[in-house]
């Protein structure tokens, strides 16, 4: 920006000398008197290099490039209405395929595209940081991708409207597989979130190192949450369910409809199978909590819960079982 910033004055000042010393009578005014004589002692100390560096930016407004493309290391493109705008080395961005889309690849390799191959319109697009990577509106409108930080991924809206993912840096985020109104985050060094695949409403969130969540199967208004390194949560294939796993190494998943699996502490899991008002809660390290159907038996309205460490309780493989440790 700076070198950008300085070719532009010079151009600027060189345009206004050229223009005095055209102009008949100014060359012969006395220095003393003539108030625009300092642009000659200023001009005069002014040199343009004889190899500028490359540019590393450019902008595209409606398919209009607005900076040089010769030698320019960046690229933009855009359609009627979006704007795009790369900064940095080997940067991309790309808006198009639709209208009023907006993206912006900032970092060295940085890549950020909204709407590629597909009609999709008002999608947003953010890559911050280098190798990082966003897209948004794929055949999908109303759709937000923000990856920020190197080595960050995020994407929406394949086939989805009105999708959001956000990730921090070495983490990845991803919604909107033909579904909507679907919420993806991601915070943590390998650290992955997924929500909403043909699934609509759905909520993701993983944060710590090498955690995961995802949320959204074929079912709707579901969540998972993980948190803490190497942790868990999955739920999906039903509706109104729930998995969260706090603690490093946690665990928690659901796959029935309005079920629930909680696990606080680490090394510890809370698992739902296949049934309907089931939970599964744990309340400490290395133990473990099961409800709801086992094996190809199907149950619903059970309840496991532990209070402790190394701890396990069972209520699968029939309908309205308690186990609660410890016992009370």
Do not use: Y
């Not at 969130?205 to 090498?210: K, L, N, Q, T």
């Not at 949320?215 to 969540?223: D, K, P, R, T, W």
């Amino acid at each position: 920006m700076r070198r950008i910033g300085r070719l532009c004055m010079l151009a600027g000042g060189l345009g206004v000398g050229a223009t005095l010393a055209s102009t008949p009578g100014v060359a012969s005014a006395d220095p003393s008197t003539d108030a625009l004589s300092w642009t000659d002692q200023l001009l005069g100390g002014l040199s343009v290099p004889a190899d500028p560096s490359p540019l590393d930016m450019q902008i595209s407004f409606s398919g209009i490039d607005l900076l040089p493309t010769a030698g320019n290391t960046a690229t933009a493109n855009s359609e009627f209405g979006s704007i795009a705008i790369a900064i940095g080395n080997g940067a991309n961005a790309n808006a198009n395929g639709g209208f009023f889309n907006f993206s912006l690849a900032d970092g060295d390799g940085a890549s950020s595209s909204a709407n590629t191959g597909g009609f999709g319109s008002f999608d947003v697009a953010v890559a911050e940081g280098t190798g990082s990577s966003a897209s948004a509106g794929l055949i999908g409108n109303f759709d937000t991708a923000f990856a920020l930080g190197a080595g960050s991924s995020a994407g929406t809206g394949v086939d989805g409207n009105f999708d959001l993912a956000v990730a921090g840096a070495g983490s990845s985020a991803s919604t909107g597989i033909d579904a909507n109104w679907d919420a993806a985050f991601a915070s943590g060094v390998g650290s992955h979130a997924s929500a909403g695949v043909n699934s609509d409403f759905d909520i993701a969130s993983a944060v710590g190192p090498d955690s995961n969540a995802a949320a959204g199967l074929g079912g709707s208004f579901i969540s998972a949450s993980a948190d803490g390194a190497n942790s868990s949560a999955i739920a999906g294939f039903g509706f109104f369910d729930n998995a969260s796993a706090v603690g490093t190494d946690s665990s928690a998943s659901v796959s029935g409809s309005l079920d629930s699996a909680l696990v606080n502490g680490a090394e510890s899991l809370a698992k739902v199978v296949a049934g309907v008002f089931d939970s599964a809660t744990v309340f400490g390290d290395s133990s473990s909590a099961l409800a709801g159907a086992e094996l190809n038996v199907p149950a619903s309205f059970d309840l496991a819960a532990v209070f402790g460490d190394m701890l396990d309780a069972n209520a699968t493989g029939a309908n309205w079982l308690i186990d609660i440790l410890p016992s009370l």
